[in-house]
């Protein structure tokens, strides 16, 4: 198999074929933005490190938006400390998973989408970018619904009022990228960092017993498997922080580096790809065991066993915990939680549909459709539901999410393990072993849910 590549800009796009196989060539996604950050050449290999910094935070962003809060809270109030491992295990699932997303859009020089475009057979691919716009929907309604709580709460904003200027994050968009690529990455984490400074005080603040955080993180417990309600809540937070739409995202916006596109580039951006990754990925998973920890040492340990809803949490915190600024710093890194992941599912958004349906539209039309694919059933459940019920509404979003999450995985293991389209960057057999593993644990845990649930 030959690769071909060459140098895209805004008036030029880019075609390389994908495989030897007897299929169109696919344009790339975000083409404006694909080798548009400068690598280091020096040979210090911090330099060149650090130009790979970005794409990991900006896929990590999923791994701790309003939905993983709703599954945290919920899990933490319920059950203590017990679902610490879940998350634990998640987050080494996502790391592994998002390794093999990375590294298929180094390698091929396309994106998940792009690569199931080109070897699937039209149905198929239909069924593919339907169920994911499903999953980014249900990640949307996490999202857009966990800023406009956030809003509510700090300035008393009626629900679907912050839902409507939340949904407004495109232009945001289209602004930051124009400016650079760079500068969406700066944005996402000066986010990221301000939602791990105020959970950190958090934390401190809620006084936590230490040991059983540590046995809990590290060994799972049995009562998942024979408790309905809990193994639906696990699930919830698997669906949470191994996202679908995370995979077609980090392996399209990891080519926006400038790195050489030979065997020898390929690789070490891979490398250097993955630091980033696991950095940023172990930053979300201190966030999500914080939310969880913060909640078992406030709400489960006074007795508020039934805190899912964020309203609520955020009305407990301050006389539970004695601290005036408590519900208000809450409240921030929620807001700043949900407009992370609003800003990075539109470009999900974004990228699932040029990548399956090849769409030539300009930036700003597929921003908007992009958009209103997901806001639109947002509003609509917003209407209907108001601020009652929208705790339980935000588990359900991502039981949804860890439903579609196998439509990903699946064609992510295969394509990483066929040496035609990977070329020398194809999984190394225990990968392989691992990430099937992984694939199929996942649909196993869901095909058990279904089971409970008609049970």
Known sequence: MAYSYKESSPAMETTIPISTENK?????????????????????????????????????????????WATDLAAGSKYGYTLLFVIMASNLMAILLQSLALKLGVASEHDLAQACRSRYSRPVNIGLWILAEIAIAACDLAEVIGSAIALQLLFGLPLIVGVIITSLDVF?????????????????????????????????????????????????SRAVLRDPEMLYIAISILGATVMPHNLYLHSSIVQTRSYPRTTAGKREAIRLANFDSAGALTI??????????????????SGHTEVAEIGDAYKLLTPLLGFTGASMMFALALLASGQNSTVTGTLAGQIVMEGFLDLRLPNWQRRLITRLVAVVPTVIVTALYGSSGTGRLL??????????LSFAVFPLVRFTSDPTLMGPFVNRRWVTVLSWIVALLIAGLNAWLLIQVFR
Request: no cysteine.
């Open 24 to 68: 169109a060539p696919v344009r790339t996604s975000l083409a404006g933005s694909q080798s548009s950050v400068r690598i280091s050449e020096s040979h210090q290999l911090w330099r060149r490190a650090a130009g790979f910094i970005g794409p990991g935070f900006m896929v990590a962003v999923g791994y701790m938006d309003p939905g993983n």
């Open 172 to 220: 945001l968009i289209l602004l930051l990228e124009n400016r650079g690529f760079r500068y969406l990455e700066a944005f996402v984490m000066v986010l990221i960092g301000t939602i791990a400074v105020l959970f950190g005080v958090e934390i401190i603040l809620s006084r936590p017993e230490w040991l059983p955080i540590a046995h809990h993180l590290f060994v799972p």
């Open 284 to 301: 979300a998973l201190f966030i999500n065991a914080a939310i969880l920890i913060v909640a078992a040492a406030v709400f489960h340990r």
């Open 395 to 404: 588990v359900f979003s991502q039981v949804i999410l860890s439903m579609q």
